[in-house]
């Protein structure tokens, strides 16, 4: 098992560009998350989704989209970049009926 | 509002020297309480998840323990490669899809 990946491990845009994050995993998990981590912030919660084809907003969802057209994988979009989400993005996921969340190894994205 | 807090924010050991971290929290309808390690550059690591006060759980020098208000990474006689950024979470039955983060102890040990 690989457990979680996501795709790219680093990227650099420019203001306005728009790009896609992928996270896949390969534990049947019908949960995932998207999060930022940001220095004495902590891991924030963007958005999520319970199962393929449904999704919801977390704690800081503006300037993202996301979607899970198949259950191992979790797409996040952002339409155009802003300084402000240069940031490192983890993917997470969990079994269904299970609390404990798993995280992939991130994504580095500066936004110049 | 739920809220997780960590202390300290660093804490800097000798090898060998046991330690305590501290992680309160407020949080309605505890369904769980999690511990993370992070190495830099890295995603977290699972390590722990507690469920109900007077909970404890082990794992070579690590051992975690949950009261209702707070919850205890004991680290006895830590080694250089305990160090890490360890993180604690919770999850409450508001928001039930969320767990909230606080913002990490730094530990460093020294040889």
């Known amino acids: 098992n690989a457990g979680v990946t996501q795709t790219p491990k680093f990227r650099v845009l420019k203001t306005g560009q728009s790009m896609t994050l992928l996270c896949a995993q390969d534990m049947n998990h019908e949960y995932m998350y998207w999060y930022r981590q940001d220095p004495g912030m902590g891991l924030r919660l963007i958005h999520y989704?319970?199962?393929?084809?449904?999704?919801a907003k977390g704690e800081v969802p503006d300037g993202y989209n996301v979607s899970r057209l198949k259950k191992q994988n979790f797409l996040l979009g952002l339409e155009s970049a802003a300084p402000s989400q240069t940031s490192v993005y983890f993917c997470a996921s969990r079994l269904g009926g299970q609390e404990t969340q798993y995280f992939g190894p991130g994504t580095r994205l500066l936004v110049l | 509002e739920d809220q997780v807090t960590q202390s300290p924010e660093a804490l800097r050991l000798q090898e060998g020297e046991s330690s305590s971290l501290n992680c309160s929290y407020t949080?309605?309808?505890?369904?769980?309480l999690f511990w993370y390690r992070q190495d830099p550059g890295k995603g977290p690591e699972f390590l722990f998840t507690?469920?109900?006060a007077g909970e404890e759980k082990e794992k070579e020098r690590l051992k975690a323990t949950l009261t209702k208000k707070e919850s205890f990474l004991h680290i006895t006689a830590p080694k250089p490669e305990d160090s890490a950024t360890y993180l604690c979470?919770?999850?409450?039955?508001?928001?039930?899809?969320?767990?909230?983060f606080g913002q990490g102890t730094r530990l460093t040990i020294n040889p």
């Open positions: 979470a919770a999850g409450g039955a508001q928001g039930a899809q969320k767990l909230v």
């Open positions: 989704s319970v199962g393929e084809g449904t999704t």
């Open positions: 507690l469920y109900s």
């Open positions: 949080v309605s309808g505890l369904r769980g």
